[in-house]
């Protein structure tokens, strides 16, 4: 077994040494690298995080959500992920339908006011219990719109028909796997003005040697101490999946990073991690009675033998 989290740590301390202080559109501040790769051989072992506890249950049901080709949350609420909430319970504020207190400008408000942010929490407790128990309140309130679940599967092109681009990479990878193709693409300029936050995995692509299945992914922003360990853990659970469904072994997953940020708020948190020494990495358990993607379930998907230090707690740039 393998310690696989040495090329993250690495990214950390080369953004510390000699990254540059950037503004950014949260007001936070950032130090920032452009243009970083790094590398994580998936035979040696899952690139899950153990100098921090990652919470690999949120990854896996997200992935599946994403490759369900699903953009309403009630699927992630009922598997207790609460990731996309913000977003969905600010539609349902700002509709006519909703008769409560004013919750506009929560990350101000709530530095502030207690009372506010206690209310705050209530209101959108209530708000995630009805999407999960309400299916018609869900179908109203609980989709996101052009997510990527969407943006993988249901590609809407300009003759109004949709392109499933994760059966069309499937499909290319059993039949034509020397193909320079098989790319996956979340970034449409078309949507990027309306978007509250425009793809951050931008494009992924499938490589295939000697019975190895490979993914590189594009990602044109990463914050390095609270997103990028979902994202290597995300897509080399992606590799996995596809690579099970095409008959494959794994290879790489290569990590291609445009914008590679720790926020200023960050800093003290990420040194806590390089003080720790890092642990083997994982193996991933994918259940063997199941090939295809359409029938894996999240009791389907484990980590094994994973030691990880505690979390570390910071706050989200929004």
């Known amino acids: 077994m393998a310690k696989l989290e040495e090329p993250y740590l690495q990214l950390i301390r080369d953004i510390l040494d000699h990254g540059h202080f950037k503004g950014d ?35 896996k049901s997200e992935l599946l959500w994403f490759l ?24 349902w504020t700002k509709s006519t339908d909703y008769q ?3 919750m506009t400008n929560f990350g101000l408000r709530s530095q502030s006011d207690s009372q506010f942010k206690a ?11 009805k999407i999960i128990a309400d299916d018609d309140f869900a179908a109203k309130f609980g989709n996101l719109g052009d997510v990527y679940g969407a943006q993988w599967r ?30 996956v693409t979340a970034w449409n300029p078309e949507d990027v003005p309306s978007a509250a936050l425009p793809p ?16 590189q992914l594009y990602q044109r922003s990463g914050d390095v101490f609270l997103g990028v360990p979902f994202n290597i853990a995300s897509y080399a659970l992606l590799t996995h999946l596809i690579a099970r469904e095409t008959g494959l072994e794994v ?7 445009g914008d590679a940020h ?7 948190q990420v040194k806590e991690q390089l003080s720790r020494q890092p642990n083997e990495s994982p193996q991933l358990w994918l259940n063997p009675a199941k090939k295809n993607l359409a029938d894996f379930t999240t009791e389907d998907i484990k980590v094994q033998g994973y030691e990880a230090w505690p979390a570390i707690k910071a706050p989200v740039a929004v």
Request: with cysteine; glycine share 6%.
């Open 119 to 129: 209310e705050y929490l209530q209101q959108k407790n209530d708000f995630c219990q």
């Open 251 to 257: 290879g790489e997953f290569v990590h291609t990073l």
């Open 262 to 268: 720790i926020y200023s708020n960050h800093l003290d």
């Open 200 to 215: 951050c995995h931008t494009l992924f692509q499938f490589y295939v040697v000697d019975g190895k299945l490979s993914c």
């Open 68 to 91: 369900r080709g699903d953009t309403n949350i009630q699927f992630l609420l009922q598997h207790n992920n609460h990731i996309w909430d913000e977003w969905a319970f600010e539609n």
């Open 100 to 102: 409560g207190p004013d």
């Open 25 to 59: 559109r949260t007001g936070t501040g950032t130090t920032s690298l452009f243009g970083y790769q790094m590398r994580f051989d998936l035979s040696q072992g899952f690139p899950l995080l153990t100098t921090k506890k990652v919470p690999f249950g949120l990854i």
């Open 154 to 183: 249901r590609w809407q092109t300009r003759n109004h028909q949709t392109i499933d681009q994760i059966q069309n990479v499937i499909e290319q990878i059993k039949t034509t796997p020397d193909s320079r193709r098989m790319i």
